[in-house]
């Protein structure tokens, strides 16, 4: 039997396990919950609305992204990650090591300063490191997704200086909902379940010769942090900024350092 046949066999095991398990765990749910006809032909109407309006995405992001994330975690030993989430874009404008993320002259909210050092698993500090960030606005909304915020608003990727150091102005994001006008959102009405996620940052952090982390960053005394729809908080991952001296403007200013730590690519 040749390698290729022998991969081929071995994946093929592999799907048949995973695909009859899932199956399997679907149909003994029917059974435990003694589903009627119209239930099931209620909740195969509502798969096709999912995939109809573009939400399996969302749907697997939201209560299903957490779990991989969770078993891959087990064997890391650099900073937390958490789930991408579904708002990610790529080839957010390049920023020096000091900086302020891209936003409107008003842009609503107070502002905040992340600080920190990008260092590797042996404490060594990772000179032109990458940060890539994204967030929502203080009104919960991101770029390139809603039509009232500009392209580009808080986005962009900031890159470490020397010693490793960053030193990002931004401003604190705000709690929003999944999408509820469609079915996703339909069945949280219907699970009675929250739709909410606390205000956060994302960043994917990543280093020459480094395995990029991808992460969120979460701020002690959010509303719905212990009931995240996505389940991504950890702990690890909750900040306590401390305000600090204002610009001026009125504005409340907050202020906090988080380092991160990257793993060595294995060798190939």
């Known amino acids: 039997m040749t390698t290729a046949s022998t991969d081929k066999t071995a994946l093929q095991q592999r799907v048949d396990a995973f695909a009859a398990d899932v199956i399997g765990r679907i149909n003994q749910a029917i059974i435990d919950h003694n589903m009627t006809y119209e239930e099931y032909d209620a909740a195969k109407q509502w798969l096709i609305r999912v995939g109809q309006a573009g939400e399996w995405p969302l749907f697997l992001d939201v209560w299903v992204e957490h779990t991989v994330e969770q078993l891959?975690?087990?064997?890391?030993?650099?900073?937390?990650?958490?789930?991408?989430?579904?708002?990610?874009?790529?080839?957010?404008?390049?920023?020096?090591?000091?900086?302020?993320?891209?936003?409107?002259?008003?842009?609503?909210?107070?502002?905040?300063?992340?600080?920190?050092?990008?260092?590797?698993?042996?404490?060594?500090?990772?000179?032109?490191?990458?940060?890539?960030?994204?967030?929502?606005?203080?009104?919960?909304?991101?770029?390139?997704?809603?039509?009232?915020?500009?392209?580009?608003?808080?986005?962009?990727?900031?890159?470490?200086?020397?010693?490793?150091?960053?030193?990002?102005?931004?401003?604190?994001?705000?709690?929003?909902?999944?999408?509820?006008?469609?079915?996703?959102?339909?069945?949280?009405?219907?699970?009675?379940?929250?739709?909410?996620?606390?205000?956060?940052?994302?960043?994917?952090?990543?280093?020459?010769?480094?395995?990029p982390l991808t992460t969120q960053l979460f701020f002690e005394g959010e509303e719905y942090l212990d009931n995240d729809v996505a389940s991504a908080v950890k702990p690890e991952l909750i900040l306590r900024p401390a305000e600090e001296p204002g610009d001026g403007s009125g504005r409340r200013r907050h202020g906090v350092t988080y380092d991160f730590v990257l793993e060595p690519t294995p060798a190939a």
């Not at 300063?113 to 940060?131: E, F, K, N, Y």
């Not at 203080?138 to 808080?154: E, M």
């Not at 009405?189 to 909410?196: N, V």
Request: negative net charge.
């Open 72 to 211: 891959a975690a087990h064997s890391r030993h650099g900073s937390q990650g958490t789930i991408l989430g579904p708002y990610y874009l790529p080839d957010a404008p390049e920023l020096p090591s000091r900086t302020t993320l891209p936003m409107r002259p008003d842009e609503p909210g107070d502002r905040l300063v992340l600080r920190g050092q990008v260092r590797s698993v042996d404490g060594r500090p990772i000179a032109g490191a990458t940060l890539d960030m994204w967030q929502a606005g203080a009104d919960g909304f991101y770029s390139g997704f809603h039509p009232d915020t500009p392209a580009g608003n808080l986005r962009g990727r900031v890159v470490t200086d020397a010693d490793g150091r960053f030193e990002v102005e931004t401003v604190l994001p705000g709690p929003y909902t999944i999408p509820l006008e469609g079915p996703c959102g339909e069945l949280c009405r219907a699970a009675g379940w929250s739709p909410w996620r606390p205000g956060h940052l994302h960043l994917i952090v990543g280093g020459p010769g480094h395995d």
